[in-house]
């Protein structure tokens, strides 16, 4: 038989393993978390990395449909706004309509249907974040600007297009309408319908028509509004069942990762015990001679 004629290096050796394991519980327990490396336990390493991976996919679902949701709420908004500001035209429409006005009367009614003009063209360029609402999807350029040229006097330079934004793993839906669907594309639409109105009560000729003009427009932005609130819905749900999955994600990252305390302190008080009996022995090993260590 052959004796290693070190045995302290072989000792020594293993007081080195057993620290390293005293090191490695240690960090568990400070940490909390059980694995540190893949090589702690590989099955469980590659199933976290999964389930962080998912957690991460589902973090930034959330966080779309967060900004679609202000971005919507900010469109619906604005029409709001408009809604108001087509029925303060009605309203103004059948004054205007009324036979016994002086010329001075409607003067001052298409006064303020001009007014109304302005305040629909700036809520029809209505920005969120740096980015135009409703200009399709050229949200960097301004969707309504003047334009002589046009009978209305303003032209519409966005698109027809829409954006669309993933809530949910191959779950899209659409984040905006297109001012041309709302408003129009400047010679049709919103502001074809309120400078119509306008000639009408200045000329008191047609105000009928442009009134009816004036409230299909409303009934337009109403349909708009309607679409918004159905996308809201929509990213309300997602937002539950999103929240919901990312708490059990963040439960199941907690199950692979997080150490157990009492196990951990049992292998704590193993390895200590474990480098006491070393050093025991390499205290002996001292002491005595080699073949008095093998008796």
């Known amino acids: ?28 327990l400070s940490s909390g978390v059980r694995i540190q490396t893949p090589a702690d336990d590989p099955a469980g390493a590659a199933t976290l990395v999964e389930v962080q991976a998912e957690d991460a996919a589902t973090e930034q679902y959330v966080t779309n449909t967060n900004a679609m949701q202000s971005q919507m709420q900010a469109a619906d908004s604005a029409l709001n706004s408009v809604g108001e500001a087509l029925n303060r035209a009605l309203s103004l429409a059948v004054e205007g309509g009324d036979g016994t006005f002086s ?19 700036q809520l029809a360029n209505s920005s969120f974040l740096g980015n135009y609402l409703f200009a399709g999807t050229a949200t960097s350029n301004t969707p ?10 303003i032209l519409y330079q966005g698109n027809n297009a829409t954006n669309q934004v993933e809530i949910g793993e191959n779950y899209w839906i659409q984040s905006n309408v297109p001012g041309s669907s709302i408003f129009g594309d400047g010679t049709n639409g919103i502001f074809k319908a309120i400078t119509d ?5 200045q000329s008191d000729i047609g105000v009928d028509t442009a009134t009816t003009e004036i409230g299909s427009m409303v009934g337009q932005v109403s349909t708009a509004r309607v679409q918004y609130g159905n996308a809201m819905n929509q990213l309300n749900s997602s937002q539950d069942i999103l929240n919901n999955n990312h708490v059990q994600l963040q439960q199941q990252i907690n199950n692979l990762s997080a150490t157990d305390i009492a196990q951990a302190a049992s292998d704590l008080a193993t390895v200590q015990n474990q480098r006491s009996a070393l050093f025991d022995v390499i205290a002996q090993t001292n002491n005595d001679s080699l073949f008095d260590y093998l008796r």
């Open 1 to 28: 038989m052959r004796v290693n004629p070190d045995l302290r290096s072989d000792l020594l050796a293993s007081l080195d393993r057993v620290d390293g394991k005293q090191q490695k519980v240690l960090n568990q």
């Open 103 to 121: 010329d001075s009367d409607r003067s001052s009614i298409a006064n303020e249907l001009s007014g109304i003009k302005d305040q629909l063209l």
């Open 144 to 153: 309504y600007v003047s334009d002589p040229s046009s009978p209305t006097g």
């Open 197 to 201: 109105l306008i000639t009408a009560v």
